[in-house]
């Protein structure tokens, strides 16, 4: 059984400034976009580098703006409309990564018109980019011991005391799996199928249902989110909003592929 860190949230501090490890590891994630983004350029010079970096900037948008009132509204409202002005604490943490989904989507339809592209192109180029992002993301929540996991058999050799919980029950640490399946097990996934050209639309597809059936499997370790009304629920708000992303994304690959066909 092992004890959380307890990391000092504060990465650095300069006097009044200060660098919080959640803040860098969004850094982290756009870096890494970045990178693997020309990576791919290489090959799938579906850009160039210029309009990858204006690509990167309606993200970050998109991100920070989806997912922060994904947080507000799928989760806390009754919080954060008592609190208003704690909405624009995003160094604090609390980001929805379906919010941020969203607003990135909506980010990257409106570039694909500015650029004159079609969406599909540019989400089959994107989605190999995203989950070592996600990772990251849930990196920085472990070092917040935020979003701790259920209670876990004393036994399990990587059960986590968590103190930000209130308490000394062993529980997973559920951020951890988040990052093995959404973020490193997803992106070898995505990886290795956009290695070959596939149909329009079809790693989109795969990003969709790839990232809903692991979220909603992880969403089994992580302590139930209270929702809307304030109550836990069997099947969570997490997991509710990951069940149309696996529709979708069935369906999506299902006309990537008949419309190969055709």
Request: proline share 6%; no cysteine.
């Amino acid at each position: 059984m092992l004890l959380h860190p307890q990391f000092d949230p504060v990465a650095i501090s300069l006097g009044p400034l200060a660098i919080r490890w959640y803040g860098l590891m969004y850094l982290l994630a756009f870096i890494q976009f970045i990178l693997l983004g020309r990576y791919r350029l290489k090959n799938r010079p579906l850009m160039s580098t210029e309009q990858l970096d204006d690509l990167l900037f309606y993200g970050v948008l998109g991100v920070i703006i989806g997912g922060r009132l994904g947080q507000v509204l799928f989760y806390e409202p009754g919080y954060y409309f008592a609190h208003p002005f704690e909405i624009i604490a995003i160094w604090k943490g609390g980001m929805s990564f379906h919010g941020g989904f969203l607003g990135v989507l909506l980010a990257m339809i409106l570039w694909a018109h500015k650029a004159r592209l079609a969406i599909f192109d540019v989400t089959d180029f994107v989605v190999p980019l995203v989950p070592l992002g996600l990772a990251t993301g849930r990196i920085g929540n472990f070092i917040n011991g935020e979003l701790w996991g259920r209670a876990a058999d004393p036994s399990l050799p990587w059960a986590m005391i968590f103190p930000q919980s209130g308490d000394m029950t062993p529980r997973h640490p559920s951020q951890l799996y988040h990052v093995g399946l959404e973020g490193l097990l997803l992106f070898a996934i995505l990886w290795a199928f956009t290695a070959k050209v596939r149909p329009r639309a079809a790693a989109s597809g795969v990003f969709l249902i790839g990232y809903g059936f692991f979220r909603f499997i992880t969403e089994y370790f992580r302590e139930p989110d209270h929702g809307i009304f304030g109550q836990s629920y069997t099947v969570s708000m997490g997991q509710w909003l990951s069940l149309p992303m696996i529709v979708a994304g069935v369906v999506l690959l299902i006309f990537a592929y008949r419309r190969k066909s055709l």
